[in-house]
């Protein structure tokens, strides 16, 4: 039985999308063949950017600079050339698009979230107090929690966060505090607990975390 014009078209356009998809499977399967490590470069960078997007995207939380600058160098690696003929041109582009795409990630300002974050970044050691106000004033300084919420039951009086432990006190009206800390949340609603922790010591900043809700 003979197959329409239509018939055809479609089962070419059919074959020539399984070809497109065997033809990347095969230059992948040759790639990881003659060169593992950057086949492997390949896979951990676009791992690397996909927990980026996450993070900085979604969650808003800080991706580490040095993150940045390791997903650059596995980025290089990947495009170096792995057979003859190879188009320099091609692996410039997808280099440089890589860049613009981190600096995106870093820069905007995907969310509320991001943009305590990249206050809180202004902060440095060696600053004061007053400093430290200044530059947080639009965000509800105080944990927002009760006194008696998230003590260690092993060690009353301390709040373990991560891999910090905060000796814990309380203000007149009942509200849980950090010893020689101050600490800003990200927004004002009950419960909002992405917390900006600035530590002192002698009335200078010591250290700077974010500890997310």
Sequence with gaps: ???SPAELHLEKTGDLHDS???GSLSTLRRL???SPARFIAATTAALYL???VVMEVLLGWPFAAWHYGLLATLGAIALVPWRPGGSRRLRITIFTALLLIMAGLHWITWNDVKAFNQKLGQIYPGMSEAEVRQIM???PEGTGWPAVYG????NPGALIDSSSTYTTGRTPAGEMTLADSLVFRAGSDPGDSNW???TFENGRVTHVSFSPD
């Design 1 to 3: 039985m003979n197959s």
């Design 20 to 22: 497109d998809f065997l």
């Design 32 to 34: 990881c063949e003659r």
């Design 50 to 52: 996909l927990v980026a």
């Design 137 to 139: 004033s639009r965000y």
């Design 151 to 154: 003590a260690a039951p092993e």
């Design 196 to 198: 900006g922790i600035v």
